[in-house]
């Protein structure tokens, strides 16, 4: 095999997914070909492309995901839980947990409400942790936008920037608390998160919907110890 053909077949073995088949044929100038798919006029050998880089654990720590197995991650649970990429309608009342979210760039891994007793008053933050797919470019710009309970028309923004580490490898995984609020129902409140190309915000690339459940009625509430109590006994202190 010439030294040209070599660097053909790594490259084309580089890109193979997982599994995939790369045929091998000669023409009739014998020159060796590499392809992912077989020539129509031309009996092709079949080449089994290599396994996946290993992650097996060095030095007691797994190995870090490659952007292709967190890919593949992302498309099985998507395809295993279609109903959770819908969007999701906001519900003034109480139900089930809402699942996490799914669209064209983000996927949702976690979400909640923390909650803190002051001056006669439950002050709280949302969070929520996304995962960011492998096509988000680097320097893309996320506009969290937090429904206010105290004003539902002007949403609380919490913004980050798709970046690097100092070990030069994307950031994919954003953790986000929203400013502090009050006024909180025993309802789901929703986080658009809008996923601009930069921070100048002129072209916008999608936008992913959360929503977060509140299982406490702050208007019900009158001491620290009352609202701990109706969350274990009740698991909320709705109405």
């Known amino acids: 095999m010439s030294k040209k053909s070599q660097v053909l077949l790594l490259l084309i073995l580089a890109v193979a997914t997982v599994g995939a088949t790369i045929y091998k044929w000669v023409d009739e100038k014998g020159v060796t070909h590499y392809s992912e798919t077989p ?48 969007k999701p309608e906001p519900s003034t009342q109480l139900g089930p947990l809402p699942p ?8 949702t891994k976690s979400t909640g409400i923390s909650y803190d007793f002051r001056s006669g008053r439950v002050v709280a933050q949302f969070s929520i942790s996304v995962l960011a797919r492998p096509d988000i ?53 929703e986080v658009l998160v809008n996923v601009y190309e930069s921070g100048g915000k002129t072209k916008l690339l999608g936008s992913h919907r ?30």
């Not at 007691?60 to 839980?81: I, Y």
């Not at 996490?100 to 996927?107: F, P, R, T």
């Not at 710009?141 to 100092?166: C, I, K, M, Q, W």
């Not at 070990?167 to 608390?177: A, H, M, P, S, Y």
């Open 39 to 86: 020539p129509a006029k031309q009996k092709a050998q079949e080449i089994q492309a290599p396994p996946p880089p290993s992650t097996a654990i060095e030095g007691g720590k797994p190995a870090p995901k490659t952007w292709q197995e967190k890919e593949q991650e992302f498309q099985k649970r998507r395809a295993e839980h279609p109903q959770e990429s819908r």
């Open 100 to 107: 996490n979210a799914i669209s064209e760039y983000l996927a």
């Open 137 to 189: 470019p680097v320097g893309a710009y996320l506009e969290f936008r937090f429904e206010n309970p105290a004003d539902h028309g002007n949403p609380l923004v919490v913004s980050r920037t798709v970046g690097v580490t100092p070990r030069n490898i994307k950031e994919d995984t954003f953790f986000v608390l929203s400013p502090e609020v009050e006024g909180l129902k025993c309802r789901d409140y």
């Open 210 to 239: 959360q929503l977060i459940q509140s299982r406490v009625d702050a208007a019900r509430v009158h001491s620290i110890e009352q609202m701990l109590d109706d969350l274990a006994r009740r698991k909320h202190s709705c109405p």
